[in-house]
């Protein structure tokens, strides 16, 4: 895999190797974490952010009353709820990470299409 890059990279000018530089770099976890808030779905990551602090106060909150209860039956009562928040949060979580995956290989994708256009545009050019 190594051999086909480093052919690549020969075949590119140094203009499209400086563009092609910029995008090897993957974001910081901070700007990936930001750029779910961009583009058409942004309301539904900002929906999953709200959903999520509500799931862990909720399920704080029955914690809460879980360990102050005193009666078997109460600390039942308070558990369930308190187990179906912090189990809701870690789905919330689970979809987060799958939409930074997302983004991750659709980054990957874009930057072979830019490989290939530039390796075609070149080819195009020589014959």
Same mark, same amino acid.
């Given at each position: 895999?190594?051999?086909?890059?480093?052919?690549?990279?020969?075949?590119?000018?140094?203009?499209?190797?400086?563009?092609?530089?910029?995008?090897?770099?993957?974001?910081?976890?901070?700007?990936?974490?930001?750029?779910?808030?961009?583009?058409?779905?942004?309301?539904?990551?900002?929906?999953?952010? %709200?959903?999520? =602090?509500? #799931?862990?106060?909720?399920?704080?909150? @029955? &914690?809460?009353?879980?360990?102050?209860?005193?009666? +078997? *039956?109460?600390?039942?009562?308070?558990?369930?709820?308190?187990? %179906?928040?912090? =189990?809701? #949060?870690?789905?919330?979580?689970?979809? @987060? &990470?799958?939409?930074?995956?997302?983004?991750?290989? +659709? *980054?990957?994708?874009?930057?072979?299409?830019?490989?290939?256009?530039?390796?075609?545009?070149?080819?195009?050019?020589?014959?």
């Amino acid at each position: 895999m190594k051999d086909i890059d480093e052919e690549i990279r020969r075949t590119l000018s140094g203009e499209d190797s400086k563009l092609l530089a910029r995008f090897e770099v993957d974001p910081s976890l901070v700007r990936q974490v930001l750029d779910l808030f961009s583009g058409n779905l942004r309301w539904i990551s900002a929906a999953g952010w %709200v959903a999520g =602090f509500a #799931l862990f106060a909720a399920g704080a909150y @029955f &914690w809460w009353r879980f360990v102050h209860a005193e009666e +078997l *039956r109460h600390m039942l009562l308070w558990l369930a709820p308190a187990a %179906v928040c912090f =189990f809701g #949060l870690g789905l919330v979580k689970i979809w @987060f &990470w799958l939409e930074l995956q997302k983004n991750a290989v +659709l *980054r990957e994708v874009k930057r072979l299409e830019l490989q290939v256009a530039r390796l075609a545009a070149r080819n195009a050019g020589a014959s």
